[in-house]
């Protein structure tokens, strides 16, 4: 169950397991992340969430600071550590607070990127895609995330830290066959990688192979 929804959808604030998070979102909105803005045209907006890491660090370190203060020591004196910690929440906050926009244009087959309602960046689709990314921990065992991501755009995380490799494998193809995107496995190079869209070089090289081919056929 999330307890966010809306811009606030990917702050990772429920309850239970990653993939059965992602599945209950997709269930509702087969888009998800994203909404239909008309067909063929997928529209998120969100905030990030060092909004609420920023906000956090603030807190603790204001909360912290009182309680010493109040029982201070003469021995040592942490107070620069104590505004050091509330001025980079403060930081964090002000520099994360404007809403984010990501439109993803199969009609004029480009993405979209906007803070603060200004145009970041605008790139071809093949920019852009959904991705499994994997990293080990001390004992060296695998744990997943997906992702989407690309060329200047920030990392948007669906799903997080999940051992159940092939469950998030097949919601991260879900997603990228909903939004026609190119997806990719951890592995740099796989089976895996669903392809759906190539750079115009990518086309011109295999149409100069293809004629060479018939060239040496005749």
Known sequence: MSLLRGPLSLWGCYFGSSEKHLTDKLQENKFFP???QQPKVFVMEYYKDMIWKGSLLFVISLVTSIIYFKSKQDFQDFS???AAGMLSGL???ASNIHRRRLIINHIK???QFYIKGRLWHEGPLHQIYVR???QRDAHGKLFYSLIINGYLLEVLVLADLSDKYEEINVLGRRIARNLTLNYFDFE????RHVIRHKPPETFKQEEEEVE???????
Request: zero cysteines.
């Open 91 to 93: 930081w964090l906050v």
């Open 132 to 134: 499994l990314v994997a």
């Open 188 to 191: 740099d190079i796989s089976v």
């Open 212 to 218: 060479g081919m018939e060239n040496v056929n005749v």
């Open 34 to 36: 994203f909404q239909v």
């Open 109 to 111: 087959e480009t993405y």
């Open 80 to 82: 620069a550590f104590f």
